[in-house]
């Protein structure tokens, strides 16, 4: 494939990476002090603003798998994946009024830290090394591997392993510098991922506009989508009956229609906000109010995600459906389709802006592997004695093995995440954790009985029934319909449970399970926190934030229910 950038598209980005970098170093070099101090290094304490936090939110979350996982979801299925995006929204309401407060008030730094004050260090281990695993074999390695396959595609496709390394690279030179360097410049890699988004979306609606005849609408280019292909238009997708084509069960496979918001959804987005050291680490060294307001900006933020990250997937469709794209590998070709008809000029800005969410996520990711390795692994069990300076080098040493690790695994794409499906690759095997992680976090929160042996029975309940749902064992046991599930063909000759429906199910038979253990111990238990309704008061500030969001998502669902 020919590199068919320009100038203008090389200046672009030239100014993009200027930019983050010598801002980068700016609030490095006016916090060198502080940088070697564990709490500043890893968490920025006291030092990020809400507007500051809400950003970093935002642009750590935002990355490959959402530019190119999700627009292939949006090629695939259609809006229904915007599920992800809205129902976050409403997670974070839930995180700031309720979660947030009780990680402050205990001083909560790290997840697994708050595993070992409510329950044992043995959980607290088992957790820290499951959430190792997951951030570099899942998160890091797809992210990295994602971004650099679409970067490649614009670029002309035969760089990957360059763009790979130098997409590394950029955010190994941010993570170095602390939370706080990573914090104040998520506040530009935002800026430019939703600029750089909104103006491709703008003009791959402008290109169906086009190509129908329409002029140069951006409007008229939506409403001819929703005309051509109204079945991308729909949150909630139908079941599929027995006179139903495959495509159409492989899609409610996927996004498994009104049944997934009463199983999986809420869980992925629970787990994935409130638990989760790389999201809540950005919360946990600001003050109540601060953290409270910046997670709301973000839940705001992430109801215009969908126009960033699934539009174009489904402007994808619409030209591909009508003969105006070229054939496609895979759908997570479908947003490098739309940028390769950008105008010479403008790639730029969308490869600033992929750039942009890639580095804030693997930065992000990256920081929160070397806090959990540093300070509830290497400090506790291989030398109490470290020092402050001493710590942020082995967060320092971390990061680097983290991001080599990452590049090894990705550069054959070891991990077959191409094959998968990047967004699809993430949810399903970050779901194979999230039941008893999400069961061992809400019940240690709000039930005082919950016992240390019912947090370790959670963890590998969780796990075995997320892999006996997942992997036709249950199919095979109990047959393809029962009360519990419906099963569908998977066009190979077996059949599949949606993956939302299996972790749903995971977590409700986790849940039993723990409830059951820990009606055997005390009526409370001596490590349970302590709670009180001062904790959860909201100022009227926050109240108005949550009502806006509440009333945009209703008519968001009530238009395209």
């Known amino acids: ?7 203008y598209d090389y200046l672009v980005f030239a100014i993009y990476f200027v930019i983050v970098a010598g801002f980068g170093y700016y609030i490095y070099r006016k916090k060198k002090k502080a940088s070697m ?8 304490e006291g030092s990020l603003t809400w507007w500051a936090i809400g950003a970093s939110l935002i642009a750590s979350n935002i990355s490959a798998e959402q530019f190119i996982g999700m627009s292939g979801e949006g090629f695939f299925v259609g809006m229904a994946v915007a599920a992800y995006e809205w129902i976050a929204a409403l997670a974070l309401i839930i995180i700031a009024v309720w979660f947030i407060p009780v990680y402050l008030k205990n001083k909560v730094y790290t997840m697994p830290q708050f595993l070992k004050m409510r329950y044992n260090e043995t959980v607290a281990l088992i957790m820290a090394i499951f959430w190792l695993f997951l951030y570099v074999f899942v998160n890091l390695t797809s992210i990295l591997y994602l971004g650099a396959v679409a970067i490649n595609g614009l670029v002309g496709g035969e760089s990957l392993h360059m763009i790979m390394l130098l997409l590394a690279l950029f955010a190994l ?7 706080k360097v990573i914090g104040y410049t998520d506040v530009i890699q935002v800026a430019v991922l939703i600029i750089g988004g909104l103006a491709t979306t703008y003009l791959a609606l402008t290109m169906v506009s086009e190509k129908f005849g329409l002029g140069s609408d951006a409007l008229a280019g939506f409403n001819a989508m929703m005309k051509d292909a109204p079945e991308h238009f729909k949150m909630i997708l139908p079941k599929p009956t027995a006179a139903s084509s495959q495509l159409e069960i492989d899609r409610y496979v996927v996004l498994p229609g009104i049944a997934m918001y009463f199983a999986g959804q809420w869980i992925v987005n629970l787990n994935y906000w409130g638990c989760n050291q ?4 950005r919360a946990l060294g600001a003050n109540l109010q601060t953290a409270r307001t910046g997670i709301l900006f973000a839940g705001f933020l992430k109801l215009m995600m969908p126009v960033i990250v699934m539009l174009p997937g489904i402007a994808a469709y ?10 496609l590998s895979s759908k997570d070709g479908a947003y490098s389709a739309i940028l390769g008809f950008l105008p010479s000029g403008l790639k730029g800005l969308s490869i600033a802006a992929l750039t942009a969410a890639i580095v804030a996520s693997l930065a992000g990711k990256a920081n929160s ?8 692994i290497y400090q506790k069990y291989f030398n109490k004695a470290a020092g402050e300076k001493q710590l942020v080098w082995v967060g320092r040493a971390t990061i680097f093995a983290a991001m080599l690790i990452a590049v090894i695994f990705t550069w054959e794409d070891l991990l077959g995440i191409g094959g998968e499906g990047g967004f699809t690759f993430i949810q399903k ?3 194979f954790i999230s039941p008893g992680v999400f069961a061992m976090f809400i019940l240690g ?5 919950t016992t240390g042996a019912a947090a370790i029975a959670g963890v590998i309940t969780g796990f075995v029934l997320s892999v006996f749902f997942n992997n036709s064992f249950a199919v095979s046991l109990f047959g393809t319909e029962t009360w519990l599930y419906t099963a569908y063909p998977d066009g190979k000759g077996g059949y599949v449970i949606p993956f939302l429906i299996c972790m749903g199910l995971s977590f409700l038979f986790t849940m039993i399970v723990m409830v059951v253990m820990s009606l055997a111990g005390p009526k409370v238990n001596p490590k349970a926190f302590a709670l009180d309704k001062e904790m959860f008061k909201l100022k009227p500030s926050t109240i108005v934030m949550i009502i806006f969001t509440i009333l945009i998502l209703t008519a968001l669902y009530a238009k395209f229910w």
């Open 173 to 179: 030179i941010i993570t170095l510098g602390g939370m």
């Open 445 to 449: 929160m709000f039930w005082k009985r």
């Open 318 to 327: 619409v030209l591909y459906k009508n003969g105006h794209l070229p054939e």
């Open 37 to 44: 101090d564990t709490k500043d290094f890893f968490l920025a």
């Open 278 to 281: 790389y999201i809540t680490q």
């Open 1 to 7: 494939m020919k590199n068919n950038l320009v100038f």
């Open 369 to 376: 592997i070397s806090t959990i390795f540093t300070l509830d």
């Open 429 to 431: 095997y970050t779901g």
